[in-house]
T-cell receptor
Framework: TQLLEQSPQFLSIQEGENLTVYCNSS?????LQWYRQEPGEGPVLLVTVVTGGEVKKLKRLTFQFGDARKDSSLHITAAQTGDTGLYLCAGENTDKLIFGTGTRLQVFP | NAGVMQNPRHLVRRRGQEARLRCSPMKGHSHVYWYRQLPEEGLKFMVYLQKENIIDESGMPKERFSAEFPKEGPSILRIQQVVRGDSAAYFC??????????FGDGTRLSIL
């Protein structure tokens, strides 16, 4: 069974701080997506990474795919209260997504 | 462009009744996926369909659950004889071939 472990599970920080969320697996994925989910809503796609070692930037968010395509990280610079939410990584395996355990981020003003 | 549309957003059923969840994919998307999110758990894959075909149903419970994506109309996830353990949020996603999946806002199913 493929598993994606995310750490930390919960994170509470002050506005302006930096943070990193990790997504680790023993399996190789053809691609990896990061989603953000708000309460009562569906996951919203943030980014897709495909190539080992790939780095993608989305404003204050930086996503990295591990060289072996087994792990990924999400780094947020100068967090804002609007970044609060549940962050999910998801590895693609023959068209279906295997979701990580999630990181619940709370940013306080 | 309209996103993935799911309805109803909330559905309440008594034990033993049937639940029908509908999903209209984004325009131009021919691939549909269903996922289930149990309380305090992550999203788990259930089934992957293309028009009139079930491609992968490895995540579907063996009994009471079925899914279809007809040539015309939305995809339907059907749960017969619902039990308390079926209470969950059910999410549908759609995509074009080899493109990322986009999710709807889910149907929250509650079993009394």
């Amino acid at each position: 069974t493929q598993l994606l472990e995310q750490s930390p599970q919960f994170l509470s920080i002050q506005e302006g701080e930096n943070l990193t969320v990790y997504c680790n697996s023993s399996s190789v994925f053809s691609s990896l997506q990061w989603y953000r989910q708000e309460p009562g809503e569906g996951p919203v796609l943030l980014v897709t990474v495909v190539t080992g070692g790939e780095v993608k930037k989305l404003k204050r968010l930086t996503f990295q795919f591990g060289d072996a395509r087994k792990d990924s990280s999400l780094h947020i610079t100068a967090a804002q209260t609007g970044d609060t939410g549940l962050y999910l990584c998801a590895g693609e395996n023959t068209d279906k997504l295997i979701f990580g355990t999630g990181t619940r981020l709370q940013v306080f003003p | 462009n309209a996103g993935v549309m799911q309805n109803p957003r909330h559905l309440v059923r008594r034990r033993g009744q049937e639940a029908r969840l509908r999903c209209s994919p984004m325009k131009g998307h021919s691939h549909v996926y269903w996922y289930r999110q149990l309380p305090e758990e992550g999203l788990k894959f259930m089934v992957y369909l293309q028009k009139e075909n079930i491609i992968d149903e490895s995540g579907m419970p063996k009994e009471r659950f079925s899914a279809e994506f007809p040539k015309e109309g939305p995809s339907i996830l059907r749960i017969q004889q619902v039990v308390r353990g079926d209470s969950a949020a059910y999410f549908c996603a759609s995509s074009k071939r080899d493109q990322p999946q986009h999710f709807g806002d889910g149907t929250r199913l509650s079993i009394l």
